[in-house]
């Protein structure tokens, strides 16, 4: 029996994230080898609003794509379809919402659709697939903070910028003799400032699963001025806490909470305990942009044609999985019931600490 070629949908939504035009590409080219059209909908669930706001995606439309940053279809952590606000918290999208796009994907006479997104737009794609909307998720976070997969494309870019910033700022600081610290991003996770720390040869990396305390850093810096090394890295990630501090949030939009603000305060109090000269560089959304490492590459070109492979089969409601060098699937909610976060006496910490790096606890 010829199989009936379908129509997909895909959609890239929330943060943005190097590799995301990767599974574009791997998507449109695995679709049309089966004779398959793809429909890309812009800026991520908006774009299944009535009458619906697409671009039809061709092998020759996503060419040259997948060294770009960003995604070619847009995307949004806001809107309609904001089914996550804050850590752990859920909202229900609004019933007449999900009819709406039910109905611009009948009209369309689309079968599946494949969201690529983080833990946000995953809860979403849940939600719209217990509705009865057929739904593949791809995993998408520089974070790496999602369960139920290994690892993310977009996590490995991210680290490569914090370890290429690190690189940058060893030379000025040792120039100087200064403490610089750098404040990344990960949300609620440490993963970039543990990679990203480990790579770039930071001295001092500040977590959020390991509460600080301000005087174990600077007796670290102390410690390093007395061996001889005059200049000290410190990592902070963006959700790092003292031991009984609270969370450092910039701005508070739409129930979710902004990151942001602890880089400078470690520097000050580096600053007043060691009398050293510190500075800070928060490097913020230049983690985010750019082109995908080789490896985000490879794995969004992985993740994209795996999905088209589980609309095939009628794996509806899975996600994409990296597992022992297998891309697998599982289901959409076993990566969104909680974020994956860094464990304090794996082997990763236990090898930074062996290493000399201090956590501050
Ligand atoms: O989740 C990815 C991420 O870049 C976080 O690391 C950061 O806290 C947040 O998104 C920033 O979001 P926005 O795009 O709203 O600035």
Same mark, same amino acid.
């Given at each position: 029996?010829?199989?009936?070629?379908?129509?997909?949908?895909?959609?890239?939504?929330?943060?943005?994230?190097?590799?995301?035009?990767?599974?574009?590409?791997?998507?449109?080219?695995?679709?049309?080898?089966?004779? $398959?059209?793809?429909?890309?909908?812009?800026?991520?669930?908006?774009?299944?609003?009535?009458?619906?706001?697409?671009?039809?995606?061709?092998?020759?439309?996503?060419?040259?794509?997948?060294?770009?940053?960003?995604?070619?279809?847009?995307?949004?952590?806001?809107?309609?379809?904001?089914?996550?606000?804050?850590?752990?918290?859920?909202?229900?999208?609004?019933?007449?919402?999900?009819?709406?796009?039910?109905?611009?994907?009948?009209?369309?006479?689309?079968?599946?659709?494949?969201?690529?997104?983080?833990?946000?737009?995953?809860?979403?794609?849940?939600?719209? $697939?217990?509705?009865? #909307?057929?739904?593949?998720?791809?995993?998408?976070?520089?974070?790496?903070?999602?369960?139920?997969?290994?690892?993310?494309?977009?996590?490995?870019?991210?680290?490569?910028?914090?370890?290429?910033?690190?690189?940058?700022?060893?030379?000025?600081?040792?120039?100087?003799?200064?403490?610089?610290? #750098?404040?990344?991003?990960?949300?609620?996770?440490? $993963?970039?400032?543990?990679?990203?720390?480990?790579?770039?040869?930071?001295? #001092?990396?500040?977590?959020?699963?390991?509460?600080?305390?301000?005087?174990?850093?600077?007796?670290?810096?102390?410690?390093?001025?007395?061996?001889?090394?005059?200049?000290?890295?410190?990592?902070?990630?963006?959700?790092?806490?003292?031991?009984?501090?609270?969370?450092?949030?910039?701005?508070?939009?739409?129930?979710?909470?902004?990151?942001?603000?602890?880089?400078?305060?470690?520097?000050?109090?580096?600053?007043?305990?060691?009398?050293?000269?510190?500075?800070?560089?928060?490097?913020?959304?230049?983690?985010?942009?750019?082109?995908?490492?080789?490896?985000?590459?490879?794995?969004?070109?992985?993740?994209?044609?795996?999905?088209?492979?589980?609309?095939?089969?009628?794996?509806?409601?899975?996600?994409?999985?990296?597992?022992?060098?297998?891309?697998?699937?599982?289901? #959409?909610?076993?990566?969104?019931?909680?974020?994956?976060?860094?464990?304090?006496?794996?082997?990763?910490?236990?090898?930074?600490?062996?290493?000399?790096?201090?956590?501050?606890?």
């Amino acid at each position: 029996m010829t199989e009936i070629p379908k129509r997909i949908g895909v959609l890239t939504s929330g943060g943005d994230c190097p590799g995301l035009n990767a599974v574009l590409r791997g998507v449109v080219r695995a679709a049309t080898n089966r004779n $398959w059209k793809v429909f890309g909908f812009v800026d991520g669930f908006e774009g299944l609003l009535p009458p619906g706001d697409f671009i039809p995606l061709t092998t020759a439309r996503t060419a040259g794509i997948m060294h770009l940053g960003g995604t070619i279809l847009g995307t949004t952590n806001r809107g309609h379809f904001v089914a996550k606000v804050g850590e752990g918290s859920k909202a229900e999208i609004p019933k007449e919402i999900i009819e709406q796009a039910r109905e611009t994907l009948r009209r369309l006479q689309i079968d599946a659709v494949i969201a690529i997104g983080g833990d946000g737009s995953l809860t979403t794609a849940q939600q719209l $697939w217990e509705s009865g #909307i057929p739904m593949i998720g791809v995993p998408k976070t520089i974070d790496n903070d999602l369960e139920a997969t290994a690892t993310t494309f977009g996590f490995d870019s991210a680290v490569a910028c914090v370890a290429d910033a690190l690189d940058r700022l060893h030379t000025t600081a040792s120039s100087h003799k200064r403490a610089m610290v #750098i404040e990344v991003m990960g949300r609620h996770a440490g $993963w970039i400032a543990l990679y990203g720390g480990l790579a770039g040869g930071a001295d #001092i990396i500040l977590i959020p699963e390991i509460p600080f305390d301000h005087e174990r850093v600077a007796n670290a810096v102390k410690k390093r001025d007395a061996d001889g090394c005059l200049s000290t890295l410190i990592v902070v990630a963006e959700g790092a806490r003292e031991i009984e501090g609270h969370l450092r949030a910039r701005t508070v939009s739409s129930g979710e909470v902004k990151l942001g603000g602890i880089g400078e305060i470690v520097a000050h109090e580096i600053a007043q305990r060691t009398g050293k000269e510190t500075r800070t560089c928060v490097l913020g959304h230049l983690q985010r942009g750019g082109a995908p490492t080789t490896l985000d590459r490879i794995l969004g070109t992985r993740f994209g044609v795996k999905a088209v492979e589980l609309i095939a089969e009628g794996k509806f409601g899975e996600m994409v999985s990296y597992q022992n060098y297998h891309v697998l699937s599982v289901p #959409i909610a076993d990566a969104v019931h909680r974020i994956k976060l860094v464990q304090p006496d794996s082997q990763m910490v236990r090898t930074c600490r062996d290493v000399g790096i201090s956590f501050g606890d």
